[in-house]
């Protein structure tokens, strides 16, 4: 029951135990832990982070998508507004296509009816001479009243 | 059961005496093989304590091999929870920073509860098998040697002593003694009573872990002289023996918080003396 030299055995080995165990058992898991302790910080940083970057990600894209919106909305507008322009001037072209070739076309009747009077004319007095000589039973001389002729033909 | 009561020549007293006694070498006395001087080894306290020490330093270096940082399993999360428990109470009760604390802490934790722990071990059991080698003492539990408790008490004293001294300087340890509880003007009462309070720092730790263990011990081996000597015929061996298994069983569940009990009071307390001695004054 009394204390022998077993207690020297024991110090030393209790000692050494202490010597090991930190050595062996608590250096290398509290450096372990902390290391994990360290890499669940960063993690839970890295994931608050992530959030971050989501949050502004998803609010350019919110604004990309607003901004695209708007962008096609106008490109709409114009191109209407381009298209009925386009119409409107086809339809100015056409309409002034149209008035000129009625115009021409009226210029050529016109021509043509001019024409076909100055013939008729031509014709009539032709026919008048004739006529004339038939009554009168003699030749007109053709020089001698051709400038009353003409006169005629053009009072005609 | 009971083996030992007939090789001993039976008799109460004598199981007990036998079952008390160390496997002593060196200045021992030849019959009762107790120690006469202080040159006396008790092998049985040192080889189960060696044992179990070599067993933690064993155990901490095959998983020292194979840490794993993310995914622990099984053996590593058990010592992990355990070296945050003992990390816990290093903090909480040891002001400042001392790298030693801890693993001094877990040292004497691991290592006392190992060797509480042998005394859950069946009391004849060792004793019978270790017999049957001609071995005829041995006492398994460390712990209910007075040798062992007051080696770790003293370890920690001898630490107390020494970062006093180097915390508060040899003038400031000194003058602690001198001028601890009562002022000035009662020095030597001063003395007296410094001087008491440090001895029964390590005095209290050792007689503590050793009163508690031992007596823990000699309840198991009451218990087991119910069986054993009480019994007498097959009538008589009918109703003691249930009685001793009951009783032993309920007293292995309570021994078993005890143990842990005093291995964890062991170590607050040297916790909280050696913070204790980081303190100025």
């Given at each position: 029951m009394n204390i022998t030299a077993t207690l020297l055995g024991q110090m030393i080995a209790f000692v050494l135990l202490i010597w090991f165990v930190n050595k062996l058992l608590w250096g290398p898991l509290t450096g372990m832990m902390a290391e994990r302790q360290k890499r669940i910080a960063d993690g839970l940083a890295a994931a608050d982070r992530g959030r971050h970057d989501l949050e502004l990600a998803e609010k350019r894209a919110k604004e990309l998508l607003h901004k695209a919106k708007n962008d096609s909305a106008e490109v709409l507008a114009q191109a209407e507004r381009r298209a009925v322009e386009i119409v409107e001037e086809a339809k100015g072209a056409a309409r002034a296509e149209g008035e000129r070739l009625v115009a021409g076309a009226r210029a050529e009747i016109e021509q043509e009816a001019n024409r076909t009077r100055e013939k008729l004319r031509a014709e009539m007095v032709t026919l008048a001479v004739a006529g004339a000589e038939k009554v009168?039973?003699?030749?007109?001389?053709a020089k001698a009243h051709g400038d009353l002729l003409n006169q005629l033909v053009k009072q005609i | 059961m009971s083996a030992a009561p007939e090789s001993s020549g039976g008799g109460t007293v004598e199981y007990i005496q036998h079952h008390l006694t160390n496997l002593c070498v060196g200045q021992c006395d030849p019959v009762t093989h107790k120690a006469t001087g202080f040159w006396a080894w008790h092998l049985d306290t040192l080889i189960v304590s060696f044992t179990l020490a070599a067993l933690i330093i064993l155990a901490s270096w095959r998983l020292g091999r194979r840490l794993q940082t993310s995914a622990p399993s099984g053996f590593q999360n058990v010592v992990e929870a355990i070296l945050e428990f003992v990390g816990g109470q290093v903090r909480d009760s040891f002001p400042g920073h001392n790298p030693l604390i801890a693993p001094l802490a877990l040292t004497i934790f691991l290592w006392v509860f190992l060797m509480n722990f042998m005394?859950?071990?069946?009391?004849d059991l060792p004793g019978f098998i270790l017999g049957l080698f001609g071995?005829?003492?041995?006492?398994?539990?460390?712990?209910?040697?007075l040798s062992t408790t007051f080696a770790l008490s003293l370890t920690v004293f001898a630490l107390i002593v020494f970062y006093s001294i180097k915390v508060k300087g040899p003038v400031g340890y000194l003058k602690m003694f001198l001028f601890h509880p009562f002022g000035k003007f009662f020095i030597p009462v001063n003395v007296v009573m410094t001087a008491i309070e440090e001895v029964a720092k390590p005095l209290s730790l050792g007689l503590r872990l050793f009163g508690n263990l031992f007596a823990g011990e000699l309840v198991f081996l009451l218990i087991a002289l119910i069986g054993g000597t009480?019994?007498?015929?097959a009538v008589g061996w009918l109703f003691w023996f249930p009685l001793q298994v009951t009783l032993d069983l309920g007293w292995l569940i309570f021994h078993l918080l005890v143990i842990t009990l005093q291995a964890f009071i062991f170590m607050v307390l040297s916790i909280v003396y050696l913070g204790m001695a980081h303190q100025e004054h």
């Open positions: 009168l039973g003699r030749e007109i001389d | 005394d859950l071990i069946p009391v071995v005829h003492y041995f006492k398994l539990v460390p712990t209910t040697d009480l019994a007498v015929g």
